[in-house]
Nanobody, 119 residues
Framework: QVQLVESGGGLAQAGGSLRLSCAASGIALSSYTMAWFRQAPGKERQFVAAISRDALTTDHSESVRGRFTISRDNAKNTVYLQMNSLKPQDTAVYSC????????????WGQGTQVTVSS
């Protein structure tokens, strides 16, 4: 049974930091492109960041570039999202996702973790 479980969400002040983790079971993350998405109330889910299997390539959305950093540890079967300089508009449910590199869609999704940034 494939399972992705996010953790590390919570309440942070504007300008603060949080580190999200996504732990996988039933799947070897070394074979997958990994990504983080977020969805705020009343808004469409948006892409945050992605990382290649070997971690040599990363992609961060313009809204988080320079503040958030995606990383992975394949030995721990875990992907991370380090979030610095948080803003209230970063408030959302953050989900991790996995896909085979050649595919256009993400096959597996976690349940999400809430991030709330106060001003």
């Amino acid at each position: 049974q494939v399972q992705l479980v996010e953790s590390g969400g919570g309440l942070a002040q504007a300008g603060g930091s949080l580190r999200l983790s996504c732990a996988a079971s039933g799947i070897a993350l070394s074979s997958y492109t990994m990504a983080w998405f977020r969805q705020a109330p009343g808004k469409e889910r948006q892409f945050v960041a992605a990382i290649s299997r070997d971690a040599l390539t990363t992609d961060h959305s313009e809204s988080v570039r320079g503040r958030f950093t995606i990383s992975r540890d394949n030995a721990k079967n875990t992907v991370y999202l380090q979030m610095n300089s948080l803003k209230p508009q970063d408030t959302a449910v953050y989900s991790c996702a996995a896909k085979e590199p050649a595919l256009a869609v993400y096959n597996y999704w976690g349940q999400g973790t809430q991030v709330t940034v106060s001003s």
